[in-house]
Structures are given as structure tokens and as C-alpha cells.
């Protein structure tokens, strides 16, 4: 049976302190392929026939595919997908058998091996693993995107986004509502911190604000000087909202220009300050911090803050005009 040894494993359990030992013909019956299943670190279902069928065909075809790892007990902790296809077609499975490994290492060695082997991770499925070993195993950020693939800023947007989630359970305050990029905003609010971030949780859970609307009322806190000014920001901003939607829909289109741009534009409400600070803080300084990769996005955005730019600088000049 075409099983191959799995090198960038092996280093993982030298550095680890891991003892092990490498079987090439294990007996599938000696598997406990039930019991793995129950010690599964996937959402949801713990096995997807799809992928399990689609071993067994590569294993058919002479592919070969990375051992299992498995505890003493014959019980697998990864490569579930990969022993249930060679069920199908062999007697035996090639195997790291890990001597001794404590709980937490095998929780950290299941959990980062789900990126790399078996069904893709869903985005939500990526975002627990990461958290959960940040926070519990004490993976750095950068060990975490070297282990996930990540980009190592959006492994430290979903660290930075889970400490703000914690941060105002832990005042009492559900989160079910706010998501990554809000937590993101309401991470960005500076020295008034808790008190502030936890009227903005509140407002953005009773109005159910979306995340444009956040943005708009982080930038007023962050642009207010003392906590006092902070809490006027947000309930000023919380009756703003509430008028708007109690305004009858015939009479919104009356809405003054002025007003929207200096809302959307102009003032440290909108896209100002959106632009000088980012989704952490920073400001955007290139397409890479837009998440911009593709060479013809790239084209059109530059055409649009082309023209963005002509605009604005008209509106500039014609304002020294009248002076």
C-alpha cells in the first residue's frame, strides 16, 4: 500500500519533544476507527464520505498518501479521512504511533493538521482553530500562519478580534451580534477603552448596527477627547440612527448633500478615518493592506482613486476660489 513518511511532521515532534515510532504495516483491524471519530476536532460531521471515497481512489490508483498518526491505543488523532479509505481497499496503513505525547500536544498537532490534510476547513472551522491555539496552546501569530497558511495579519486580525470578544463577555456584554470586523473597529477605540467599547457593544446590539455604521460611530469616540465626550458621541449617534429609521421613506431622499458627504467623507466619521486606520489600527498604505492581489483589480482601483482624487482636488480649489 502506497503510504509515505510525512517529514514536516516529524520535525514538528522533534521540536515538540514527541517520542515516536514509525509502523509501515499497522493492521486496519487493530484501528479503532469508531472510537476516532468521537476525538475529532472538525465541526459537524467528523467524517465526509466525499473525501473519504476520494483517498480510496488515489490509494486504487498507486497515489500515495501521508501515515496516520495514532496514540498507543491504536486511536487515530489524525487522518481519520485517510484511514476509513484504505478500510476499503487494504489490510494495513502506514503510522506515527506517539509515545509519549501529553493531552495538549495532541490537541495541537489534531487540530493544526486539519489545515493540510482531509476537508478543507470552513473560513469559521479556521477561525476556532487559530483562537483555540492562541489562547490555549500559546501559538504565537506567526507560528499559527506558518502551520495554517495564513497571511500572518489575518491571523493577528482573529487574535486581536477574539481578545475584544472576551474583553466585554467578560463585563457581561454578548458578542453574538458583533463580528470580525466590527470587533476589529471597537478594538481600534483608545484611552477610554472598556467604557466606551462596551457602549458601542450595547448601541451596535440594541440597533442592530451594521458594520458601515460602526465604523461611523468608532471614528466619532476615537475622535473624541474625554470619556464624557465619548458617551455624548455615542448617544448622539445612537438618536441619529433612531430618527433616521422613525423618518418616513418619501422624506429621506430629501436629505441634504452636505450632510451626507461631510458624514461619508469629509469628517473622521466615515471614510476618512476608515482610511487612516484601517481594520487594525494602521493606516492602508498599500493594495497588499486592501487585500487587493489581482493586477486588473488593481488597474480599476487606481482608475477609481484617479478620479476620486480630480474630484476632490476640484472641490478643494473651488473653496479657495471663493476666499
Known amino acids: 500500500m502506497p503510504w509515505h513518511r ?65 496514540r498507543p491505543n491504536m486511536q487515530i488523532i489524525c487522518g481519520n479521512h485517510r484511514a476509513y479509505a484504505a478500510e476499503k481497499s ?32 470552513s473560513d469559521e472551522e479556521a477561525r476556532l482553530h487559530i483562537v483555540y491555539m492562541h489562547f490555549e496552546h500559546d501559538f504565537s501569530a506567526k507560528e499559527l500562519a506558518d502551520e495554517t497558511g495564513f497571511k500572518n495579519k489575518d491571523v493577528q486580525n482573529i487574535i486581536r478580534a477574539e481578545k475584544q470578544r472576551r ?40 440597533l442592530r448596527l451594521n458594520n458601515e455604521q460602526v465604523n461611523d460611530l468608532v471614528g466619532r469616540v476615537n475622535a473624541t477627547k474625554s470619556e464624557r465626550d465619548s458617551v455624548a458621541a455615542i448617544k448622539s449617534f445612537g438618536a441619529e440612527i433612531t430618527q433616521i429609521r422613525s423618518t418616513p421613506a418619501d422624506s429621506k431622499c430629501n436629505t441634504p448633500k452636505r450632510t451626507q458627504f461631510r458624514s461619508h467623507l469629509i469628517s473622521k466619521k466615515g471614510f476618512y478615518n476608515f482610511l487612516m486606520t484601517g481594520n487594525d489600527g494602521a493606516e492602508f498604505e498599500s493594495f497588499e493592506d486592501l487585500q487587493v492581489d489581482d493586477p486588473l483589480e488593481q488597474q480599476e482601483l487606481s482608475r477609481k482613486i484617479d478620479k476620486m482624487m480630480a474630484q476632490l482636488r476640484k472641490i478643494k480649489n473651488s473653496k479657495k476660489k471663493k476666499k
Open 6 to 70: 510525512d517529514n514536516g511532521l516529524e520535525h514538528k515532534l522533534d521540536k515538540m519533544g514527541i517520542e515516536y515510532e514509525y509502523r509501515s504495516r499497522i493492521k486496519i483491524a487493530d484501528v479503532k476507527l469508531a472510537a476516532s471519530l468521537q476525538n475529532n476536532a472538525r465541526i459537524g460531521q467528523p467524517l465526509n464520505v466525499e473525501v473519504a471515497e476520494r483517498y480510496a481512489r488515489s490509494l486504487g490508483t498507486g497515489d500515495s498518501l501521508p501515515a496516520i498518526v495514532l
Open 90 to 121: 487494504a489490510k494495513t496503513i502506514a503510522g506515527y504511533v506517539l509515545l509519549n505525547a501529553t493531552k495538549q500536544q495532541i490537541e495541537s498537532i489534531k487540530r493544526t493538521d486539519n489545515f493540510k490534510h482531509g476537508l478543507k476547513l
Open 167 to 206: 474583553e466585554l463577555e467578560g463585563q457581561g456584554h454578548l458578542t453574538d451580534h458583533l463580528n470580525q470586523t466590527t470587533l476589529l473597529k471597537i478594538h481600534t477605540i483608545g484611552g477610554r477603552a472598556l467604557k466606551a467599547k462596551v457602549a458601542v457593544c450595547k448601541l451596535a446590539r440594541s
